[in-house]
């Protein structure tokens, strides 16, 4: 029997890919590759597999691979699941309730606002009246209140810290799942941040030279992410979600040009056409009409009717996840875990034709300046004797 996953809104059927799926059966057996919530694994025996590796305080080597093989703490709940939806669709709170119920781990949307707070505690945005307006701090209040600050500048550069910052989180997830076995839930996703730029061109936030180079950016980085296993979108009107932006009243969020309907409307089309459709030939999608918040219950039952196993290595779908053998999966491992730096540098494209993005050298010299008479910002931390560092001559890293 085919059926087809649960989608509320029959309008979304035009622009989305819904995927069919083959019914199982109630229980899930052993070796039967299909994520199971904690109801379902109630009363079955637990699977003897190693413990977490401990990835943050030691490091995956040759040496560890020969005795610690990738595959063997990878089960049918070591998938990424990413909750998808426009603002105040209810995203952040869906995804903790599916990583509790399908015991995962939960790894929150990063905010640029965290960047501004240094190794030691000390907030940056208290020296911004000593730079230039070019530098100053710029978090999501103030791209909230005033995107067009800089003549667009500054929202530019905020949402390649936004993709930045995702793009760390994600390659923090693939590690977590591939060193310990643990799946991850997470809400928003750097593959989906072009809706939200596409929005911003579309209502004249940012220019379109600034959508070009964003382009640029994505397509030189994205390649070695691994695209989630699912992606769960909650559709929401565009009236709904202005009421719930105006009844959760955060500061400057209200009334900020980038909760207008015209720019809400301009994200869902970019969700829907463009993410949506793309990312679904790649990853499994589940749809949801969110404009009445329903029991996450129905969204576990539904991610446990699905076989990600049932493609083979010749459909496009599920690809990333699939390796040679055993050594493709431990070098995919080690290079998630210890070589993160390295596929960060995708995301430095020099600006060289988009001039907004561009700070000047006389400001970023002032800009450095300032910084090293900052408390704990002139160097790594463990190195900065002012803060009360002890021991510097003899510290290797």
């Known amino acids: 029997m085919v059926f087809f996953s649960r989608v509320s809104s029959p309008k979304l059927c035009g622009s989305v890919v819904i995927i069919a799926r083959k019914q199982q059966q109630c229980v899930i057996t052993v070796g039967q590759r299909s994520i199971s919530g904690k109801v379902m694994r109630q009363g079955l025996p637990p699977v003897k597999k190693p413990a977490p590796f401990p990835y943050k305080e030691k490091r995956y080597n040759f040496l560890r691979a020969l005795l610690d093989p990738t595959t063997s703490r990878l089960d049918e709940n070591s998938k990424l699941i990413v909750v998808e939806g426009p603002p105040a669709a209810g995203k ?3 995804a903790k309730e599916l990583a509790e119920e399908l015991d995962m781990a939960y790894f ?14 000390y907030d940056l945005r208290q020296v911004d009246h000593k730079l230039p307006e070019s530098c100053k701090s710029y978090d999501e209040n103030d791209f909230l209140k005033d995107p067009m600050r800089g003549n667009g500048s500054k929202a530019a550069r905020f949402q390649l810290t936004k993709l930045s910052l995702r793009y760390k989180l994600h390659l923090e997830a693939l590690a977590h799942i591939l060193n310990t076995g643990q799946g991850v839930v997470m809400d928003r996703s750097p ?8 929005a911003m061109t579309e209502t004249g936030v940012i220019s379109k030279n ?5 382009h640029q ?4 980085a994205l390649f070695a992410l ?5 992606v769960i979108y909650l559709d929401v009107p565009v009236d709904e ?12 969020e209200k009334d900020s040009m980038l909760t207008t309907p015209a720019y809400l409307q301009a994200l869902v089309d970019s969700y ?11 990853a499994e999608v589940l749809v949801y009409d969110w404009s009445k918040v329903a029991d996450p219950e129905i969204v576990v039952e539904d991610i446990e009717r699905i076989d990600f196993d049932q493609y083979t290595v010749y459909d496009e779908k599920m690809k990333d996840w699939r390796r040679i053998n055993e050594w493709d999966w431990n070098n995919s491992r080690q290079e998630f875990t210890h070589s993160q730096h390295y596929l960060m540098a995708h995301l430095n494209v020099p600006p060289i034709q988009c001039n907004e993005i561009l700070i000047g050298a006389g400001d970023n010299k002032v800009r450095a300046a300032v910084m090293d008479e900052t408390p704990g910002s002139k160097f790594a931390k463990g190195f900065n004797p002012e803060m009360g560092d002890k021991g510097i001559l003899f510290k290797l890293s």
């Open 217 to 220: 950016v994505r397509n030189n």
């Open 92 to 94: 952040r709170a869906l």
């Open 108 to 121: 929150p949307s990063p905010n640029v606002a965290d960047c501004y707070i240094n190794k030691y505690g």
């Open 191 to 198: 593959f989906s941040d072009l809706a939200y730029m596409t």
């Open 272 to 282: 829907k056409k463009d993410y949506l459709k793309d990312i679904s030939t790649h």
């Open 226 to 230: 691994w695209r989630p296993h699912l």
């Open 210 to 214: 600034v959508y070009n180079f964003y």
């Open 241 to 252: 979600t202005r009421r719930r932006i105006e009844a959760r009243n955060l500061p400057n």
